[in-house]
């Protein structure tokens, strides 16, 4: 009998080794599939991260940026203007007359369409962001650009909305330093 119990002991062993070894490769296995999709996932959270809609005005360098439409540094903050495209990239520039005149010569825009955000510095403080859509403006002041515009958060005596400072923003035309694609200097 004690053989019967060794020979029995010798067949539950390889079984036991195989189920041990089939636990094991299940193991390795589980453990790769784990670990490439932590890679996966790894690799994809800065895509991820970069697809996610950006939204409200970035931060303006002052006296290093410069303004998209005059390639002049944007220096004074309570003029600065930022347009975010409707392609999410966004857009400096110095005064609004600029980023007025900018966006009208855009392809996007000449097609229809609209900036996503279009913002504008509070004159009176010089740090607080204005939807420049929405706000009202203020005319005859000196701005970098001349275009005469400054942008305040609440109607004022004087003060026009967007639709007619852009108007008068047109009507004036484009600055002599300003460069626009396509236009012969």
Known sequence: MPEHRQHQHRHRQPRRHHQHHRHHACTRRCFCRRAASLALLALAAPLLAACKQKTGPEAIHYDRDACEMCNMIISDPRFATEIRDPDGRIHKFDDIGDAIHWMENQPWFKAGQQPKEFW???FHDGKTWLDARKTFYLPDQVSPMDYGFAAVPTREP????FTEMRRRVIAKGI???????GRQS
């Open 158 to 161: 004087g003060s026009v909305n």
């Open 175 to 181: 600055h002599a330093r300003c460069t626009v694609p």
């Open 120 to 122: 504008v510095m509070n």
